[in-house]
T-cell receptor
């Protein structure tokens, strides 16, 4: 089975600080897509950031950026200037050309004042 | 159009009963996905439609599960003869286009089988 692994069940960060969430994945495909999704308590999942595997440049969306290491099959998410509203479950996911998302187990992010 | 809508939000049923969930995707989205999420886990893929065609089904989708998307609009997911192990959050998502564009998720239907 092609898996997505998030090794940090929980992470904590102080407001305004930076935190990095880890993700590794396994795939035999050469063309695939990587995503980070955020799921706040009792709310729907929303896309945080997306990376196409063929692109070498790391994706950035405002305070969110990724460190994509294709050879190492690593895809970490960095959140800068953390805000209280960033507290949520964060899921790393991979999609091959078949489009279905394969999710990791998630990392619960706590943001403290 | 305010996003992906799922109904009901919560369903409690007795073991052995049949249940049906509905998903209304974003209107112009041609792709629709069903996922199942249990406590402490990430969502697991169940099935995927492109327009009205069901193109992919996970091995998780036993013969008690059936999904339809008539006319390529809303979709239904039916579970027959429910078991306690079916208790989970059932998530629907939709997306547009021919590449991996953003999938928009609904708020889910939480099923409890007692």
């Amino acid at each position: 089975a092609q898996t997505v692994t998030q090794s940090q069940p929980e992470m904590s960060v102080q407001e305004a600080e930076t935190v990095t969430l880890s993700c590794t994945y396994d795939t035999s495909e050469s063309d695939y897509y990587l995503f980070w999704y955020k799921q706040p308590p009792s709310r729907q999942m929303i896309l945080v950031i997306r990376q196409e595997a063929y692109k070498q440049q790391n994706a950035t969306e405002n305070r969110f950026s990724v460190n994509f290491q294709k050879a190492a099959k690593s895809f970490s998410l960095k959140i800068s200037d953390s805000q209280l509203g960033d507290a949520a479950m964060y899921f790393c996911a991979r999609a091959n050309s078949g489009y279905a998302l394969n999710f990791g187990k998630g990392t619960s992010l706590l943001v403290t004042p | 159009d305010t996003g992906v809508s799922q109904n009901p939000r919560h369903k409690i049923t007795k073991r052995g009963q049949n249940v049906t969930f509905r998903c209304d995707p974003i209107s112009e989205h041609n792709r629709l996905y069903w996922y199942r999420q249990t406590l402490g886990q990430g969502p697991e893929f169940l099935t995927y439609f492109q327009n009205e065609a069901q193109l992919e089904k996970s091995r998780l989708l036993s013969d008690r599960f059936s999904a339809e998307r008539p006319k390529g609009s809303f979709s239904t997911l039916e579970i027959q003869r429910t078991e306690q192990g079916d208790s989970a959050m059932y998530l629907c998502a939709s997306s547009l286009g021919h590449t991996n564009t953003e999938a928009f998720f609904g708020q889910g239907t939480r099923l409890t089988v007692v």
